[in-house]
Nanobody
Framework: QVQLVESGGGLVQPGGSLRLSCTAS????????MGWYRQAPGQQRELVAT???????NYADSVKGRFTISRDNVKNTVALQMNNLKPEDTAVYYC?????????WGQGTQVTVSS
């Protein structure tokens, strides 16, 4: 069992930056693949970025070059640095932990990009 708590969302102007953080507890964090997903109103939840237990990263095309995912296996955290934010990045962002068939989600944090 893994518990995930996100933080760092908020309101930012277009072109601005935010850093999301997710803290995990309850299991061996380093063995999990971690990811960030987002869901905009009326839309399906979509993948933003993932990072495997060995540090391999993957990004949605829409965020490549603007977002960076990282993890700290000592602090049991995964972060998403978001730069050059656009209004279409507005969504609830969710942290995910995945190992084999087990998948865990945080409660989500709202990111709003608006002038």
């Amino acid at each position: 069992q893994v518990q995930l708590v996100e933080s760092g969302g908020g309101l930012v102007q277009p072109g601005g930056s935010l850093r999301l953080s997710c803290t995990a507890s309850g299991s061996v964090f380093s063995r999990y693949a971690m990811g960030w997903y987002r869901q905009a109103p009326g839309q399906q939840r979509e993948l933003v970025a993932t990072i495997t237990s060995d540090g391999t990263t993957n990004y949605a095309d829409s965020v490549k070059g603007r977002f960076t995912i990282s993890r700290d296996n000592v602090k049991n955290t995964v972060a998403l640095q978001m730069n050059n934010l656009k209004p279409e990045d507005t969504a609830v962002y969710y942290c995910n932990a995945q190992k084999y068939m087990n998948s865990y989600w945080g409660q989500g944090t709202q990111v709003t990009v608006s002038s």
